[in-house]
């Protein structure tokens, strides 16, 4: 109290002659021992050019957690207490915030999970505390996924990632974390294997070949990600294989050596997409006119072929889906697909890739959200990875209608309530307001307050959801 007394004194022109010191708000954190619980006093000055005019004064407390059964203040005395106060016209807003994807609970086990998907609301003339959000409401969606989530339709492509990650790591550090391979049978026996039905299809795979170098990313048609494209070409076969069995650098050393082998004796001309970067790719391609360059697996070049190898094929992935989902074009997604940046930055843009995707089949999934808002989704994410780094972290959000996702708004989903009552005009509106919230809006509480005294049943189960009840409020006090 005598701070904020003091910052009164000191704004008042009345009392405080000369220049006033131009001060921040000026907010106090309190002992919570009085009768209201207050949690936080402040104040701050309101001016008129240079010159102070009044100083705003704020108040608020917090109580509970309280359920329905012990009844929240009302509304009608909410705007009584503003009222009270500021003898003015007043409007009043809502707001909501509920949870609709995140941790879970199974079997009274609280899953943690990093990803979340919460829809803010906001509507005018609230006509009772805890009101649905009326369907005149505007609703934006809040998304943060992380990848790796297991309830995720893409965490296998997480995984094949993740392979790929440490392969750039090794590149980078010198030193490559192999990880348990995902086969019981040898690299070098699967390459082998690949190898020896390839021979028996030669001549087949060469007419695929030349078919295929008319084909393009856009008209490669397949109906989901979720799936294993049917359109693998030789590297993104050997990818595969290669991927789930190599446990060391000499495997990878001996695969290669066994596919280069087989290239420079004509043994098999396998099929290979016509966008294809990779160094193999392009032997394959030789290997058409029986002009291999010659190729030194030594030092980091196995590990730098097969890092180009699972790039290609993770990009065509990902990018085949966007186009053939008609979520983007290829000129779009030029950023993405640009192969003349360096390695590790291909990692990084394939990983903005997948993240994108995370997030858009999570709300096509889990959400059930249509293709209109998954395309401005798509677009949005697409322009901000462009200029921004990867950052999974960064809240995406998404307008969208209330009537879309109002049947996924269940009260027991509710996270934040609260409604605005205010009267005047910029600084020197006045508000009081009332927010009710599932967890502690401060750190400071007591520990006997922020414990949630649930109303249960005789199983034990959860009956009534309970709130703290967080009431702001202020005062104008006018100088002129």
């Given at each position: 109290?005598?701070?904020?007394?003091?910052?009164?004194?000191?704004?008042n022109?009345?009392?405080?002659?000369?220049?006033?010191?131009?001060?921040?708000?000026?907010?106090?954190?309190?002992?919570?021992?009085?009768?209201?619980?207050?949690?936080?006093?402040?104040a701050e000055?309101?001016?008129?050019?240079?010159?102070?005019?009044?100083?705003?004064?704020?108040?608020?407390?917090?109580?509970?957690?309280?359920?329905?059964?012990?009844?929240?203040?009302?509304?009608?005395?909410?705007?009584?207490?503003?009222?009270?106060?500021?003898?003015?016209?007043?409007?009043s807003?809502?707001?909501?915030?509920?949870?609709?994807?995140?941790?879970?609970?199974?079997?009274?086990?609280?899953?943690?999970?990093?990803?979340?998907?919460?829809?803010?609301?906001?509507?005018?003339?609230?006509?009772?505390?805890l009101?649905?959000?009326?369907?005149?409401?505007?609703?934006?969606?809040?998304?943060?996924?992380?990848?790796?989530?297991?309830?995720?339709?893409?965490?296998?492509?997480?995984?094949?990632?993740?392979?790929?990650?440490?392969?750039?790591?090794g590149?980078?550090?010198?030193?490559?974390?192999?990880?348990?391979?995902?086969?019981?049978?040898?690299?070098?026996?699967?390459?082998?294997?690949?190898?020896?039905?390839?021979?028996?299809?030669?001549?087949?795979?060469?007419?695929?070949?030349?078919?295929?170098?008319?084909?393009?990313?856009?008209?490669?048609?397949?109906?989901?990600?979720?799936?294993?494209?049917?359109?693998?070409?030789?590297?993104?076969?050997?990818?595969?294989?290669?991927?789930?069995?190599?446990?060391?650098?000499?495997?990878?050393?001996?695969?290669?050596?066994?596919?280069?082998?087989?290239?420079?004796?004509?043994?098999?001309?396998?099929?290979?997409?016509?966008?294809?970067?990779?160094?193999?790719?392009?032997?394959?391609?030789?290997?058409?006119?029986?002009?291999?360059?010659?190729?030194?697996?030594?030092?980091?070049?196995?590990?730098?072929?097969?890092?180009?190898?699972?790039?290609?094929?993770?990009?065509?992935?990902?990018?085949n889906?966007?186009?053939?989902?008609?979520?983007?074009?290829?000129?779009?997604?030029?950023?993405?697909?640009?192969?003349?940046?360096?390695?590790?930055?291909?990692?990084?843009?394939?990983?903005?890739?997948?993240?994108?995707?995370?997030?858009?089949?999570?709300?096509?999934?889990?959400?059930?959200?249509?293709?209109?808002?998954?395309f401005?989704?798509?677009?949005?994410?697409?322009q901000?990875?462009?200029?921004?780094?990867?950052?999974?972290?960064?809240?995406?959000?998404?307008?969208?209608?209330?009537?879309?996702?109002?049947s996924?708004?269940?009260?027991?989903?509710?996270?934040?309530?609260?409604?605005?009552?205010?009267?005047?005009?910029?600084?020197?509106?006045?508000?009081?307001?009332?927010?009710?919230?599932?967890?502690?809006?401060?750190?400071?509480?007591?520990?006997?307050?922020?414990?949630?005294?649930?109303?249960?049943?005789?199983?034990?189960e959860?009956?009534?959801?309970?709130?703290?009840?967080?009431?702001?409020?202020?005062?104008?006090?006018?100088?002129?």
């Amino acid at each position: 109290g005598q701070l904020l007394s003091l910052f009164v004194i000191s704004q008042n022109p009345a009392i405080s002659q000369g220049v006033k010191p131009v001060l921040h708000p000026l907010w106090v954190r309190c002992d919570m021992l009085d009768s209201e619980v207050t949690i936080w006093l402040g104040a701050e000055a309101i001016h008129n050019g240079s010159k102070v005019t009044a100083v705003k004064l704020h108040s608020i407390t917090c109580k509970g957690p309280s359920t329905a059964k012990c009844p929240f203040v009302r509304l009608d005395e909410l705007k009584q207490l503003h009222s009270e106060r500021h003898h003015s016209c007043m409007v009043s807003r809502g707001f909501a915030k509920y949870n609709l994807f995140g941790s879970t609970v199974v079997e009274n086990t609280v899953i943690e999970s990093q990803s979340s998907v919460t829809v803010d609301f906001r509507w005018n003339n609230v006509k009772s505390i805890l009101q649905t959000p009326p369907l005149s409401s505007t609703a934006t969606l809040n998304i943060k996924v992380a990848s790796g989530d297991i309830r995720s339709p893409l965490y296998q492509f997480y995984k094949e990632l993740e392979f790929v990650q440490i392969l750039a790591d090794g590149l980078r550090t010198g030193v490559t974390e192999w990880v348990e391979p995902l086969e019981a049978t040898s690299a070098v026996e699967l390459t082998r294997a690949l190898i020896e039905d390839l021979q028996d299809k030669a001549k087949t795979m060469e007419n695929k070949a030349i078919n295929a170098s008319e084909q393009s990313v856009e008209n490669t048609m397949f109906n989901t990600l979720l799936t294993q494209r049917g359109d693998l070409d030789f590297v993104e076969q050997l990818w595969v294989k290669m991927r789930r069995s190599v446990t060391s650098y000499q495997d990878i050393v001996d695969c290669l050596q066994l596919v280069i082998k087989a290239l420079k004796y004509g043994d098999i001309k396998p099929w290979i997409h016509r966008d294809s970067s990779s160094s193999l790719s392009k032997l394959v391609l030789q290997s058409y006119s029986a002009q291999l360059e010659p190729v030194s697996l030594t030092g980091l070049v196995p590990v730098h072929m097969l890092l180009e190898m699972g790039l290609d094929k993770m990009r065509k992935d990902y990018i085949n889906y966007l186009i053939s989902q008609e979520l983007a074009t290829l000129k779009g997604l030029s950023y993405y697909i640009n192969t003349e940046v360096d390695l590790q930055e291909q990692v990084v843009r394939v990983r903005k890739l997948h993240h994108l995707l995370e997030m858009v089949v999570t709300c096509s999934t889990f959400l059930g959200l249509t293709y209109e808002h998954l395309f401005v989704l798509t677009q949005s994410c697409l322009q901000y990875y462009e200029v921004n780094p990867y950052n999974e972290d960064h809240n995406f959000q998404l307008q969208i209608r209330p009537a879309v996702i109002s049947s996924l708004c269940q009260r027991e989903n509710l996270l934040t309530w609260g409604v605005e009552v205010s009267s005047g005009q910029g600084s020197r509106e006045v508000k009081t307001s009332l927010q009710l919230t599932d967890r502690s809006p401060v750190e400071h509480l007591p520990s006997d307050i922020t414990e949630f005294p649930f109303e249960t049943t005789v199983n034990g189960e959860c009956e009534e959801q309970a709130y703290f009840v967080t009431t702001a409020s202020c005062s104008l006090l006018s100088f002129v």
